[in-house]
C-alpha cells in the first residue's frame, strides 16, 4: 500500500550503515522516560536514573501497565482491585475499562487497531476489549496444535503486540513453558519458542530491528529471537536473578527484578554496561519506555483482515485508506508519476538540470501528503543538490507541478543514489565522483561523511531500518 519507486538505471551499494543513537533520537526531540510499577505506585524515571517520580499512587498490586502516546493515556491492571483502568497522563479522566480480572497479570495497548489486550494466569485465557472499555472477548484459551505436539494456553504470564503485522505474542508458565504466537484475532495460533524455558517471565519487541527480546526468571537468561521464533540468541546468562519485566529503547534493553527490587539497563545485544538504576522498598512489577519509537504509526500491510466475531477489526485495512499505488519515475529534468491503477500519468516536477534519484517518506506526520526526495546533477560551475517537495498520498488526480525546496548541502557534485531512513528520519546519499556516502537528518542538518575512502564509484544506496 506504499508508494513505489524506481531509479533509471542503478547499481546496488550493499551497506549497513548507523548512526549514533543521539541522532536518532535528536530526530524527534522528545526524550524518552521509563514507566515502570512497584505495586502500590506507577512511577517515571529518566534513562539516565538520575530523576524518579510518582505519577499515581494509593493502587493496590498493579502488576501490568501499558500506555497510549497518541492520546497521552495510561493504562494499568491492579489485581488487588481485579480492575483494568486507565487516564491521561495529567491525571485527568480517570475510567474504569473492565472489572473482575484478578487473575490477570500482563496488558498490552493495541495503538492502531485501538485496543486493549490481557492475559488471565488464574483462568488460563488471552482477553481483548476496546481502548474505551466496550466489547470484551475472551480470544484465546484451551488447547492448539503446534505441528504434531499440542500446547495449553494455561498460565500465560506476559503479553506484546505487533500491530503492523497482527501478532500477539505471550509468554506460557506451563509444564512445558513455550512463547505462543497468534493473529490479533485470535487466529494463527502456534508456539514459536518451546525449549530452554523454565518460567518465561518477561517479554517486549523491539519494531525497529523486528526481535523479540524474553527473560526467564528461573533460568535467568535475557534471549533474543526473530518475530518467528528462529535465530534465538543470548544476551545476558545466568546474572538475572528475577527478572519480571523487559522493555527496550535503541541500543539498551531496560528491566526490573523482584529478588534486588532494582530497575537494571544493559547492551541490549551484549548485556555489557549493566548499570543499577535504582533500588526499591517494594517489588518493581512492570516497565515500558514511554516515547513515540516505541509505538510507531503503521502502514497497514493487509487488505482485508477477518476479526473472528469482533465487533471491529484488530488491525487497521489498506484498504481503507484511499492509498493508490504511484510509480514515481525520474526522467532527465522532471519527475513523472504514474497511477498504478488507471495507467494515468502527468508530470509531477521539473528541474533545469538532470534529476538524478529520487525516495520518499510515507506521511510521516499524518498531513496527506507524503515527501519526495530527489538528487539534482551538478553542471559546469552550478554543485550539486538534493531537494524535496511534498506529494499527496492519495492519487488525486490532479496535474500541478510540485515546488521544490533545496536542503541546501554543500559541495555535492554527483549524487547518484538516495535512500530515505523513515524510521530513524535521516536521508543517505552515494556521491560517486566525490566517491563517498555520506547522511544528515531529513532536514538537512547534522551532515556526516559515512564512508569515504575505498569506494570506486557508488551509485546507488539502499537501508534497511528494521535492522540496522
Known sequence: CSTLHR???????????????????????????????NRYYIRNLTIDGSQLSIVLQGLTNV?????????????????????????????SERELLVENVAGAQGLAVDWVGRKAYWVDG????????????????????GHFKN?????????????????????????DWSADAYIGRAGMDGNDVSAIITTKLEWPNALTIDYTTNKIFFADAHLNFLDFADMDGQNRHRAIAGTLPHVFAVSLFEDWVYWTDWNTHTVEKAHKYTGEQRTNMGNNTHRPFDIHVYHPYRQPRSICIFDHFICNGLPHCCICSCSATGAVPMLLLPENIRIRRF?????????????????????????????????????????DAVPGSIKRAYIPSVDDGSNNIAAAVDLDIKYITTPDGIAVDWVGRNLYWADSKL??????????????????????????????????
Open 7 to 37: 531509479y533509471p538505471h542503478w547499481v546496488l551499494l550493499l551497506l549497513q550503515p548507523r548512526l549514533p543513537t543521539h541522532a536518532r533520537r535528536q530526530s524527534l526531540g522528545v526524550a524518552p522516560y521509563l514507566l515502570y510499577s
Open 63 to 91: 502488576v501490568a501497565l501499558d500506555y497510549d502516546h497518541s492520546e497521552k493515556r495510561l493504562y494499568w491492571l491492579d489485581s488487588g482491585t481485579g480492575k483494568i483502568e486507565r487516564m491521561r497522563f495529567d491525571g
Open 122 to 141: 488464574f483462568y488460563g485465557s488471552i482477553h481483548v476489549v476496546e481502548l474505551d472499555g466496550r466489547y470484551k472477548k475472551k480470544l484465546l484459551s
Open 147 to 171: 505441528g504434531n505436539d499440542t500446547f495449553l494456553i494455561s498460565k500465560p504470564r506476559a503479553i506484546a503486540l505487533n500491530p503492523k503485522y497482527g501478532w500477539l505474542y505471550w509468554t
Open 339 to 379: 497511477n498504478l491503477q488507471t495507467g494515468a500519468y502527468h508530470d509531477f516536477l521539473e528541474e533545469e538540470e538532470h534529476i538524478m534519484a529520487l525516495d520518499y517518506d510515507w506521511d510521516h506526520n499524518n498531513t496527506g501528503y507524503s515527501m519526495v526526495y530527489f538528487t539534482v546533477a551538478s553542471k
Open 435 to 468: 566517491k563517498r556516502l555520506e547522511v544528515a537528518l531529513l532536514d538537512g542538518r547534522y551532515r556526516k561523511h559515512l564512508v569515504k575512502t575505498d569506494l570506486g564509484h557508488p551509485s546507488a544506496v539502499a537501508v534497511n531500518p528494521r535492522l540496522g
